[in-house]
């Protein structure tokens, strides 16, 4: 069984500080997202990447597929940016999820 | 603005209620999902359609009965809820089936079961 484990499960920074979010599972996987999920529940895909880097904007996924570890990476953290931010890798045809981090910025 | 729409946003209703919730896609995608997401969980898949066909179901209680009349449809008919079943229910859409594809998802339905 594919297990995601995200940490930290709560988050609060300043704005414009630097923000780590941590994402390790434990089988094989072809790829692995990262969404975030706004107060009103709505989820929007950020990243789906494989190996290497990514980035969008002020946000950075990194993933290394032999520790079955992954990060996403706020810069110039900003108020907005408070979500939860979810972790899911495939398992059988279907992803499966972390808890989700939950960030919070203040101004 | 995503191209997954899901109507209603809010319900309330009562254990001997029937109810529906539906879940639309402009993306042209030949895969759809329902999610349920209750507080302090991840999200759980209940069910999968792969071109209108029921593809997987995560042993979803009975009271719980999915409906996907053509691609760009899905319906998620609800009858004789316990409270423990409120919870947010998403729906998503994806290309396909399987991990190459990124999934879309709706604002979701947050229901109340009282």
């Known amino acids: 069984k594919n297990e995601v484990e995200q940490s930290p499960q709560n988050l609060t920074a300043q704005e414009g500080e630097f923000i780590t979010i941590n994402c390790s599972y434990s089988?094989?996987?072809?790829?692995l997202h990262w969404l975030q999920q706004h107060p009103g529940g709505g989820i929007v895909s950020l990243f789906m990447?494989?190996?290497g880097k990514k980035k969008h904007g002020r946000l950075i996924a990194t993933i290394n597929i032999q520790e079955k570890h992954s990060s996403l990476h706020i810069t110039a953290s900003h108020p907005r940016d408070s979500a939860v931010y979810i972790c899911?890798?495939?398992?059988?045809?279907?992803?499966?999820f972390g808890k989700g981090t939950k960030l919070s910025v203040k101004p | 603005e995503t191209g997954v729409t899901q109507t209603p946003r809010h319900l309330v209703m009562g254990m001997t209620n029937k109810k529906s919730l539906k879940c639309e896609q402009h993306?042209?995608?030949?895969?759809m999902y329902w999610y349920k997401q209750s507080a302090k969980k991840p999200l759980e898949l209940m069910f999968v359609?792969?071109?209108?066909?029921?593809?997987e179901n995560n042993s979803v209680p009975s009271r719980f009965s999915p409906e996907c009349p053509n691609s760009s449809h899905l319906f998620l008919h609800l009858h004789t809820l316990q409270p423990e079943d409120s919870a947010l229910y998403l729906c998503?859409?994806?290309?396909?089936?399987?991990?190459?594809?990124?999934?879309?998802f709706g604002p979701g339905t947050r229901l109340t079961v009282t």
């Open positions: 998503a859409s994806s290309p396909g089936t399987g991990a190459p594809y990124e999934q879309y």
């Open positions: 089988v094989g996987i072809s790829a």
């Open positions: 990447l494989s190996s």
């Open positions: 899911a890798v495939p398992s059988q045809g279907n992803l499966i």
């Open positions: 993306l042209g995608h030949n895969a």
């Open positions: 359609y792969s071109l209108e066909e029921r593809v």
